[in-house]
């Protein structure tokens, strides 16, 4: 893939538009995880070093106009403490006052450019807004790979007007352990998948027949795949409409020679409000549903990861929002982390939310920003905005 890492770029003295993605939660005007922006600090504090002007962008949240509330305002200030310099705020993403304090930056200087949603334009990739946005900009670098999935005005529509563009650091790091993932993965290769719907993982699924050895199903989608197989599953959810599809994918893995690994017990309870009700059962009653793997399941699925030399995961395995469904998900993961000798990628999304805050989550070779933008390269398609960084 022809694409370029920002380290690659003559920076100093020029005016790079870097499209991050700083859409953190926020409790009123606080920051309650700051992850996103820090995974980009490195691209930034790169530029700056480089003596580049470095004009920062970003959406925040899905503002239907301007709302104050979505504010990149507290991001700014975060910024301006971990760079250990002043990183001002503009009003707008464009316009002439815009325009005015970045033509007064000077190397070494960053700003931060207003909510990109405050505009449609932004999410219609509409030309004239990329247009504006890319005024007077001399480089391109886009470190924001959760929005990769997405042919924004920001992710894709600037770089018809930015002829100098490359990836982040953050980019490239993504792009490098998918890419080892899926072109070329060391075997036993491993792929985990869990969450709610079978409807979101088809695509990943097949296009993961013939990279991985095994896959281990786990999350609400089992369920769906376990009925398929005329297994009782009680009160558990289930895609009605998917069920001959499971079964055609099961069909699939066994003739691509996959280990097609289901839930052979599990923590069952009224309803995922109903704790006090938990216990485990191999089989589940006609009153209870199916809300993480049980014991016997997670001792297979360790067993099986225990000699993997890759392993990609996507989706957690149970209910983990409740402490009383998350051990199936939580005990997977540590032992994911405790491998040695693997390339362990974290796929995004809830996956990263369940287990990135562990104490042994560094331990993983890799925690992907992406959700759906994983989802959807793990599927094989084309993501807009890594195609618009090639040169």
Known sequence: MPIRSVSALQLAGKKVLVRCDFNVPLEGTTITDPARIDASLDTIRYILKERGIAVLCSHLGRPKERAPELSLKPVAAYLTHALGQKVGLTPDCIGDVTGRMVAALKPGDAILLENLRYHKEEEANDRDFSHELARAKDAYVNDAFGTAHRAHASTAGVTRFIAERAAGFLMMRELEALRAVTENPTHP??????????????????????????????????????????????????????????????????????????????????????????????????????????PATVEDFIARLATAKTVIWNGPLGFFEHPEFAHGTMRVGEALANLTGAKTIIGGGDTAAAVGHQRWSSRFTHISTGGGATLEYLEGKELPGVKALEV
């Open 189 to 294: 290769s491993v792929a985990i998948l869990g969450g709610a719907k079978v409807s979101d993982k088809i695509g990943v699924i097949r296009n993961l027949l013939n990279k991985v050895d095994t896959i281990l199903i786990g999350g609400a989608m089992a369920y769906t795949f376990l009925k398929a197989a005329n297994v009782p599953i009680g009160l558990s959810r289930v895609e009605e409409d998917k069920l001959e599809l499971a079964r055609e994918l099961v069909g699939e893995a066994e003739k691509h020679h996959v280990q097609f690994r289901l839930p052979i017990d599990h923590i069952v309870a009224a309803s995922p409000d109903a704790s006090t009700t938990a216990r485990i059962a191999t089989e589940i009653p006609d009153d209870m549903m199916g809300l993480d793997i049980g």
